[in-house]
């Protein structure tokens, strides 16, 4: 029943066990997996080119973006079919976080929404993508621009707050693991993890100071740099205060050398925006007439391909588990364990012969919020796109597809929230003793 609603499906008969809760999570995800193929496939320079014979896609003599030139539009047909791609998906997961609002249990006749029917969702996520390649140009992509990077930006902080989660829950474990058993053996494994991070940060900003510096000239890209490196230098000594340590005994060098190492990235991916060509080597203007600084596939440069991985790494997160802090839980409207985890003991729970199939494990209350799990989703495939257009758009004359500094200062201004996000998980035990931060 987990494809097909009501109708028993005969593929469920090989799926492993599993909670109706992550099941629909998962499929959920696939459809924004597929979202993001069906865009990495039209950016693709020879369907690119060929995006042209669509009926109505590049219609009215030459027009670009909707302004009525004697420009080719074909060189930015991989940009405008992102661009719709990304705005069905959102679309498709705003719909749903709508229809979804207050549901607090599976016994709700909107539960049924959110856990079957997947063949009609299917169609309606079909049915948008159709409709939004319709959508007339106009101002459309400049305006989707601008949502796309306020979705970004937001998605960038939920990434942020995963990773901070991660870096705990990874340093408790092993910590764990230390005082259980072999104890040289995870400490030196600490030791060796913390290590490569760090190394590899130094080694990144040292590039960075290489690629997108000058001895004179691009003082933003310097300033950027050193910033974050003070500012990554401060996170990882409070860490190791003894004040700090007192109140937390789990916090160590390792969270502060896997913030770095984001924090150096996003720096790498902010640098990658900057428009100026003598400060960026890797920046692209491609033109109207198709010709470009570099080969036609913009898009494929390694922050963009960087970012696709962890985008589907924290989507993955978001489908699959909770987290072991009730403070993220809390924040990501996740229940620790699902509310009701004991339900998979009632009909249908288990198969005869003990062998366990897919359950619903929310008959006494969702284990997630719904909408909000959608809305995490909507701004995914709002990162995702902007991520494959490397959060380029059309300048003034709607000529030439540039980088704007919009772009730039988002993802550095998301850089010093992480940081400080990280900063205030260190201190908020000292700041507000009362409160149970365990």
Request: net charge neutral; hydrophobic share 50%; charged share 10%.
């Amino acid at each position: 029943s987990c494809l097909c609603g009501s109708a028993p499906c005969l593929l469920c008969g090989c799926c492993p066990s599993a909670k109706n809760s992550t099941i629909s999570r998962l499929l959920f995800t696939f459809f924004l997996f597929l979202g993001t193929l069906v865009s990495i496939i039209m950016i693709i320079p020879g369907v690119e080119k060929e995006l042209h014979k669509l009926p109505g896609f590049c219609e009215g003599s030459g027009s670009v973006l909707g302004v009525q030139t004697n420009v080719d539009c074909s060189s930015f047909l991989g940009h405008k079919a992102v661009y719709r791609m990304g705005f069905a998906t959102a679309a498709f997961f705003c719909l749903f976080a709508v229809l979804m609002v207050c549901v607090r249990s599976s016994k709700d006749p909107r539960a049924a929404l959110q856990n079957g029917f997947w063949f009609f969702k299917f169609l309606v996520l079909v049915g948008i993508t159709v409709g939004a390649f319709y959508i007339p140009d106009g101002a459309f992509t400049s305006v989707w621009f601008y949502f796309g990077v306020v979705g970004s930006f937001l998605f960038i902080l939920i990434q942020l707050v995963l990773l901070i989660d991660f870096a705990h829950s990874w340093s408790q474990r092993w910590l764990r693991n230390a005082d259980e058993g072999s104890a040289k053996g995870w400490y030196a494994a600490l030791c060796t993890v913390t290590f490569i991070f760090y190394a590899a940060s130094i080694v990144a900003v040292a590039l960075l100071y290489v690629y997108y510096t000058k001895p004179e000239g691009c003082t933003e890209g310097k300033a950027f740099i050193s910033i974050n490196l003070i500012l990554c230098l401060i996170v990882s000594v409070v860490s190791i205060l003894p004040k700090i340590q007192e109140a937390q005994p789990h916090s160590g060098l390792l969270q502060a050398s896997l913030i770095t190492l984001y924090t150096i990235y996003v720096t790498w991916a902010a640098l990658a925006n900057v428009p100026s060509q003598r400060c960026n080597p890797t920046l692209l203007v491609r033109n109207s007439t198709g010709s470009a600084t570099e080969p036609l596939t913009a898009w494929w440069d390694a922050p963009s391909i960087v970012g696709l991985v962890i985008f589907i790494l924290c989507t993955l997160f978001i489908s699959l588990r909770s987290s072991d802090h009730p403070q993220v839980n809390k924040l990501m409207l996740t229940e620790e364990s699902g509310a009701g985890a004991g339900a998979g003991a009632g009909p249908g729970g288990a198969e005869e012969g003990g062998v366990r199939r897919a359950y619903d494990n929310e008959q006494d209350g969702v284990s997630y919020s719904y909408t909000f799990f959608h809305l995490c989703l909507l701004l995914a495939a709002l990162y995702i796109m902007m991520t494959l257009t490397n959060w380029y758009r059309p300048d003034e004359s709607l000529q030439v597809l540039r980088s704007p500094w919009t772009a730039v200062w988002v993802k550095i201004c998301s850089s010093w929230a992480g940081l400080l996000l990280y900063l205030w998980t260190l201190v908020a035990p000292l700041l507000l003793p009362h409160r149970d931060f365990s």
